[in-house]
Protein backbone atom coordinates (compact mmCIF):
# COMPACT_ATOMS: atom_id res chain seq x y z
CA UNK A 1 0.00 0.00 0.00
CA UNK A 2 1.60 3.50 -0.90
CA UNK A 3 1.87 5.79 1.65
CA UNK A 4 0.21 8.97 1.16
CA UNK A 5 1.39 12.39 3.03
CA UNK A 6 -1.64 15.30 2.93
CA UNK A 7 -0.57 18.41 3.53
CA UNK A 8 -2.57 21.60 3.71
CA UNK A 9 -2.09 25.44 4.11
CA UNK A 10 -4.61 27.41 6.62
CA UNK A 11 -5.53 30.73 7.41
CA UNK A 12 -8.24 31.88 9.72
CA UNK A 13 -10.43 29.24 8.81
CA UNK A 14 -11.29 27.19 11.77
CA UNK A 15 -14.24 26.09 10.98
CA UNK A 16 -13.17 24.73 7.44
CA UNK A 17 -10.67 23.44 8.82
CA UNK A 18 -12.13 21.12 11.90
CA UNK A 19 -14.72 19.42 8.78
CA UNK A 20 -11.60 18.97 6.03
CA UNK A 21 -9.05 17.29 8.83
CA UNK A 22 -12.47 15.40 10.53
CA UNK A 23 -12.99 14.03 6.71
CA UNK A 24 -9.00 13.46 6.04
CA UNK A 25 -9.21 10.96 9.19
CA UNK A 26 -12.49 8.83 7.55
CA UNK A 27 -11.42 8.62 4.21
CA UNK A 28 -11.55 4.65 2.53
CA UNK A 29 -7.80 4.99 1.22
CA UNK A 30 -5.99 5.84 4.79
CA UNK A 31 -3.32 8.49 4.90
CA UNK A 32 0.11 7.97 6.49
CA UNK A 33 0.23 11.52 7.79
CA UNK A 34 -1.21 14.84 7.91
CA UNK A 35 0.94 18.39 7.94
CA UNK A 36 -1.00 21.59 8.59
CA UNK A 37 0.95 24.84 7.66
CA UNK A 38 -0.71 27.35 10.01
CA UNK A 39 -0.32 30.61 8.29
CA UNK A 40 0.37 32.65 11.40
CA UNK A 41 -3.74 32.79 12.22
CA UNK A 42 -5.82 34.76 14.82
CA UNK A 43 -9.00 32.98 14.97
CA UNK A 44 -8.36 30.34 17.48
CA UNK A 45 -7.01 27.80 15.20
CA UNK A 46 -4.41 26.15 17.69
CA UNK A 47 -6.94 25.61 19.79
CA UNK A 48 -9.53 23.64 17.61
CA UNK A 49 -6.58 21.38 16.57
CA UNK A 50 -5.75 20.92 20.66
CA UNK A 51 -9.52 20.33 20.78
CA UNK A 52 -9.72 17.78 18.00
CA UNK A 53 -6.32 15.79 19.52
CA UNK A 54 -4.98 16.52 16.41
CA UNK A 55 -2.07 18.56 18.03
CA UNK A 56 -1.03 17.16 22.03
CA UNK A 57 1.57 20.43 23.03
CA UNK A 58 -0.44 23.49 24.84
CA UNK A 59 1.99 25.77 24.27
CA UNK A 60 3.02 26.31 20.27
CA UNK A 61 6.17 28.48 19.30
CA UNK A 62 6.44 29.45 16.09
CA UNK A 63 8.67 28.55 13.25
CA UNK A 64 8.52 24.34 14.84
CA UNK A 65 7.33 21.38 13.79
CA UNK A 66 5.12 19.65 15.75
CA UNK A 67 4.47 15.60 15.69
CA UNK A 68 1.70 13.64 17.43
CA UNK A 69 -0.28 10.41 16.38
CA UNK A 70 -3.81 10.23 16.26
CA UNK A 71 -6.12 7.02 14.86
CA UNK A 72 -3.00 6.00 13.67
CA UNK A 73 -2.27 8.78 11.98
CA UNK A 74 0.62 10.79 11.90
CA UNK A 75 -0.42 14.32 12.88
CA UNK A 76 2.34 17.43 11.63
CA UNK A 77 1.71 20.93 12.93
CA UNK A 78 4.12 24.41 11.65
CA UNK A 79 3.38 27.47 12.97
CA UNK A 80 4.10 30.41 10.16
CA UNK A 81 6.07 33.25 11.68
CA UNK A 82 3.65 35.15 9.62
CA UNK A 83 1.05 35.32 6.62
CA UNK A 84 2.87 34.52 3.90
CA UNK A 85 -0.09 33.95 1.55
CA UNK A 86 -0.72 30.68 -0.49
CA UNK A 87 2.01 30.61 -2.09
CA UNK A 88 4.40 31.10 0.13
CA UNK A 89 2.36 29.00 2.39
CA UNK A 90 2.46 25.71 0.33
CA UNK A 91 6.33 26.47 -0.68
CA UNK A 92 6.87 25.87 2.73
CA UNK A 93 4.63 22.85 3.19
CA UNK A 94 5.90 20.99 0.53
CA UNK A 95 9.68 21.94 1.40
CA UNK A 96 8.66 20.68 5.17
CA UNK A 97 7.16 17.34 3.76
CA UNK A 98 10.50 16.76 2.17
CA UNK A 99 11.88 15.64 5.60
CA UNK A 100 8.99 13.31 6.05
CA UNK A 101 8.67 9.34 4.20
CA UNK A 102 6.16 8.96 1.80
CA UNK A 103 5.30 7.48 -1.81
CA UNK A 104 2.84 10.67 -2.85
CA UNK A 105 2.28 13.68 -1.49
CA UNK A 106 -1.79 15.44 -1.52
CA UNK A 107 -1.87 19.36 -1.56
CA UNK A 108 -4.95 21.22 -0.57
CA UNK A 109 -6.38 24.23 0.49
CA UNK A 110 -8.19 24.33 3.98
CA UNK A 111 -11.67 25.26 2.75
CA UNK A 112 -11.98 21.69 0.50
CA UNK A 113 -13.85 18.88 1.62
CA UNK A 114 -12.64 15.35 -0.34
CA UNK A 115 -15.31 12.43 -0.18
CA UNK A 116 -14.38 9.21 0.90
CA UNK A 117 -13.44 7.81 -1.79
CA UNK A 118 -11.59 11.06 -3.80
CA UNK A 119 -8.16 9.50 -2.54
CA UNK A 120 -8.90 6.06 -3.63
CA UNK A 121 -9.47 7.45 -7.29
CA UNK A 122 -6.67 9.62 -7.49
CA UNK A 123 -4.12 6.60 -6.51
CA UNK A 124 -6.32 4.42 -8.62
CA UNK A 125 -5.54 6.73 -11.73
CA UNK A 126 -2.02 7.67 -10.84
CA UNK A 127 0.22 5.61 -13.26
CA UNK A 128 3.92 5.60 -14.87
CA UNK A 129 3.01 8.32 -17.34
CA UNK A 130 0.55 10.27 -15.56
CA UNK A 131 2.58 11.13 -12.08
CA UNK A 132 0.17 13.66 -10.98
CA UNK A 133 -3.97 13.52 -10.43
CA UNK A 134 -5.93 16.13 -9.89
CA UNK A 135 -9.79 15.80 -8.61
CA UNK A 136 -13.22 17.04 -9.49
CA UNK A 137 -14.27 20.33 -7.70
CA UNK A 138 -17.78 20.08 -9.39
CA UNK A 139 -19.98 20.66 -5.71
CA UNK A 140 -22.85 23.45 -5.29
CA UNK A 141 -19.87 26.07 -4.70
CA UNK A 142 -18.09 25.40 -7.83
CA UNK A 143 -18.07 24.08 -11.49
CA UNK A 144 -15.24 22.64 -12.88
CA UNK A 145 -13.86 21.86 -15.81
CA UNK A 146 -10.39 20.28 -17.28
CA UNK A 147 -7.97 22.70 -19.22
CA UNK A 148 -6.37 20.36 -22.17
CA UNK A 149 -4.48 23.60 -23.76
CA UNK A 150 -2.27 26.29 -22.28
CA UNK A 151 -1.37 28.57 -24.50
CA UNK A 152 1.59 30.75 -23.88
CA UNK A 153 1.56 32.77 -25.93
CA UNK A 154 -1.74 34.17 -24.89
CA UNK A 155 -2.48 37.65 -22.56
CA UNK A 156 -3.26 35.32 -19.30
CA UNK A 157 -2.47 31.76 -18.42
CA UNK A 158 -5.22 30.09 -20.42
CA UNK A 159 -6.31 31.42 -24.10
CA UNK A 160 -9.92 31.39 -22.98
CA UNK A 161 -11.78 29.41 -25.88
CA UNK A 162 -14.10 27.14 -25.31
CA UNK A 163 -12.12 24.33 -26.83
CA UNK A 164 -9.07 24.50 -24.40
CA UNK A 165 -11.77 23.91 -22.29
CA UNK A 166 -13.76 20.32 -21.30
CA UNK A 167 -16.83 21.41 -19.30
CA UNK A 168 -19.17 18.81 -19.73
CA UNK A 169 -17.08 16.25 -17.95
CA UNK A 170 -18.18 12.73 -19.44
CA UNK A 171 -14.92 10.97 -19.82
CA UNK A 172 -13.42 9.19 -16.20
CA UNK A 173 -9.77 10.79 -17.68
CA UNK A 174 -8.52 13.70 -19.17
CA UNK A 175 -5.19 15.20 -19.86
CA UNK A 176 -4.62 18.35 -18.58
CA UNK A 177 -2.22 21.30 -18.27
CA UNK A 178 -3.41 22.88 -15.06
CA UNK A 179 -4.33 22.43 -11.94
CA UNK A 180 -4.92 24.34 -8.69
CA UNK A 181 -3.82 23.19 -5.32
CA UNK A 182 -7.17 22.43 -4.28
CA UNK A 183 -6.20 18.43 -4.24
CA UNK A 184 -4.01 17.21 -6.57
CA UNK A 185 -1.81 13.82 -6.08
CA UNK A 186 1.93 13.99 -6.97
CA UNK A 187 4.19 11.45 -6.90
CA UNK A 188 7.32 12.30 -4.40
CA UNK A 189 10.05 12.05 -7.37
CA UNK A 190 8.07 14.55 -8.97
CA UNK A 191 8.21 16.80 -5.88
CA UNK A 192 12.19 16.40 -5.86
CA UNK A 193 12.40 16.94 -9.32
CA UNK A 194 10.28 19.92 -9.76
CA UNK A 195 10.84 21.94 -6.25
CA UNK A 196 9.01 23.57 -4.19
CA UNK A 197 6.37 25.91 -5.46
CA UNK A 198 7.70 29.67 -6.25
CA UNK A 199 6.13 31.53 -3.02
CA UNK A 200 6.90 34.64 -5.12
CA UNK A 201 3.64 34.58 -6.60
CA UNK A 202 2.28 35.61 -2.97
CA UNK A 203 -2.01 34.34 -4.10
CA UNK A 204 -2.40 33.09 -7.90
CA UNK A 205 -0.49 31.60 -10.17
CA UNK A 206 1.60 29.29 -7.79
CA UNK A 207 -0.34 26.54 -8.76
CA UNK A 208 -0.22 27.03 -12.27
CA UNK A 209 3.83 27.88 -12.34
CA UNK A 210 4.03 24.35 -10.52
CA UNK A 211 1.89 22.55 -12.97
CA UNK A 212 3.78 23.91 -15.88
CA UNK A 213 6.98 22.55 -14.25
CA UNK A 214 5.14 19.38 -13.64
CA UNK A 215 4.82 18.51 -17.24
CA UNK A 216 8.48 18.87 -18.33
CA UNK A 217 8.43 15.37 -16.20
CA UNK A 218 4.85 13.59 -16.52
CA UNK A 219 1.62 14.34 -17.87
CA UNK A 220 -1.18 15.24 -15.17
CA UNK A 221 -4.40 13.67 -15.09
CA UNK A 222 -7.82 15.09 -14.38
CA UNK A 223 -9.80 12.50 -12.33
CA UNK A 224 -13.70 13.10 -13.16
CA UNK A 225 -14.53 10.60 -10.58
CA UNK A 226 -12.19 12.02 -8.04
CA UNK A 227 -14.72 14.37 -5.80
CA UNK A 228 -13.24 17.32 -3.97
CA UNK A 229 -16.09 19.23 -2.89
CA UNK A 230 -15.52 23.22 -1.59
CA UNK A 231 -16.71 24.46 1.43
CA UNK A 232 -16.89 27.93 0.39
CA UNK A 233 -17.25 29.65 -2.92
CA UNK A 234 -14.29 30.89 -4.91
CA UNK A 235 -13.40 34.72 -3.86
CA UNK A 236 -14.61 37.38 -6.10
CA UNK A 237 -11.42 38.85 -8.06
CA UNK A 238 -12.73 39.05 -12.06
CA UNK A 239 -10.94 41.96 -14.05
CA UNK A 240 -14.35 42.54 -14.85
CA UNK A 241 -15.49 44.16 -11.75
CA UNK A 242 -16.39 47.70 -11.36
CA UNK A 243 -13.84 48.22 -8.52
CA UNK A 244 -11.21 46.04 -8.20
CA UNK A 245 -8.91 45.50 -5.17
CA UNK A 246 -5.81 43.82 -3.76
CA UNK A 247 -6.76 40.30 -4.85
CA UNK A 248 -7.19 41.42 -9.03
CA UNK A 249 -3.65 43.40 -8.63
CA UNK A 250 -1.60 40.18 -7.47
CA UNK A 251 -3.90 38.46 -10.53
CA UNK A 252 -2.87 41.15 -13.39
CA UNK A 253 0.79 41.48 -11.91
CA UNK A 254 1.45 37.45 -11.53
CA UNK A 255 0.15 37.12 -15.28
CA UNK A 256 2.95 39.38 -16.81
CA UNK A 257 5.44 37.15 -13.96
CA UNK A 258 4.33 33.98 -15.04
CA UNK A 259 4.63 34.89 -18.41
CA UNK A 260 7.65 36.24 -18.54
CA UNK A 261 9.10 32.96 -16.93
CA UNK A 262 7.03 30.65 -19.05
CA UNK A 263 5.77 32.37 -22.33
CA UNK A 264 7.24 31.32 -25.94
CA UNK A 265 9.50 33.91 -27.18
CA UNK A 266 9.30 37.50 -27.18
CA UNK A 267 5.64 38.35 -27.64
CA UNK A 268 4.48 35.70 -25.47
CA UNK A 269 7.19 36.80 -22.66
CA UNK A 270 7.32 40.55 -22.99
CA UNK A 271 4.71 41.91 -25.35
CA UNK A 272 1.36 40.07 -25.36
CA UNK A 273 1.23 40.04 -21.11
CA UNK A 274 1.86 43.93 -21.09
CA UNK A 275 0.26 45.05 -23.92
CA UNK A 276 -3.00 43.37 -22.60
CA UNK A 277 -2.21 44.87 -19.09
CA UNK A 278 -1.80 48.37 -20.55
CA UNK A 279 -5.72 47.49 -22.43
CA UNK A 280 -6.99 46.69 -19.00
CA UNK A 281 -5.60 50.31 -17.45
CA UNK A 282 -6.73 52.09 -20.49
CA UNK A 283 -9.84 50.83 -20.46
CA UNK A 284 -10.68 51.65 -17.34
CA UNK A 285 -9.35 55.16 -17.88
CA UNK A 286 -12.44 55.27 -20.41
CA UNK A 287 -14.50 54.61 -18.16
CA UNK A 288 -13.86 56.48 -15.41
CA UNK A 289 -12.80 54.06 -13.30
CA UNK A 290 -9.54 55.65 -11.59
CA UNK A 291 -9.76 53.72 -8.77
CA UNK A 292 -9.04 50.71 -11.03
CA UNK A 293 -6.37 52.13 -12.91
CA UNK A 294 -4.27 52.43 -10.05
CA UNK A 295 -4.71 49.05 -9.45
CA UNK A 296 -4.53 47.98 -13.17
CA UNK A 297 -1.08 50.19 -13.19
CA UNK A 298 0.58 49.24 -10.31
CA UNK A 299 0.14 45.77 -11.67
CA UNK A 300 1.70 46.61 -15.15
CA UNK A 301 3.98 48.65 -13.22
CA UNK A 302 5.46 45.91 -10.79
CA UNK A 303 5.34 42.96 -13.28
CA UNK A 304 7.63 45.25 -15.84
CA UNK A 305 9.62 45.90 -13.22
CA UNK A 306 10.26 41.95 -11.82
CA UNK A 307 8.07 43.18 -8.47
CA UNK A 308 7.77 39.93 -6.66
CA UNK A 309 6.65 38.52 -3.07
CA UNK A 310 3.75 40.35 -0.95
CA UNK A 311 3.71 44.22 -2.64
CA UNK A 312 0.49 44.81 -1.37
CA UNK A 313 -1.03 44.02 1.91
CA UNK A 314 -4.12 41.93 1.59
CA UNK A 315 -7.16 44.15 2.42
CA UNK A 316 -4.95 47.13 1.60
CA UNK A 317 -5.68 48.07 -1.84
Known sequence: ????????????????????????????????????LDNDSTDGTIEQLQEMKFLAETEIKKEEIYKNNYKDIECYYYLNNENTGGAGGFAKVVELSLKIKYDYLWIMDDDVLPDSKCLSKLIESIDDNHKVCIPNRTCENFKDKACIKLDLMSKSKRFGKRKDFIRNLENSLYEVYDMPFEGPLISRDIVEKVGLPNKDYFIFFDDTDYATRCTKYTKIYFVTEAILNRQLPLPVSSTHEKRKNWRNYYF?????????????????????????????????????????????????????????????QPGKL
Not at 11 to 36: A, D, H, M, P, T
Not at 258 to 278: A, D, T
Open 1 to 36: MKEVLAVLVTFNRKECLKKLVNSLFNLEYKLKGILI
Open 252 to 312: ERNIILFMKKHGNGYLGKIFFPSFWQLCRVLNNVIRFRFYNVKVSGKALVDGIRNKKGKTV
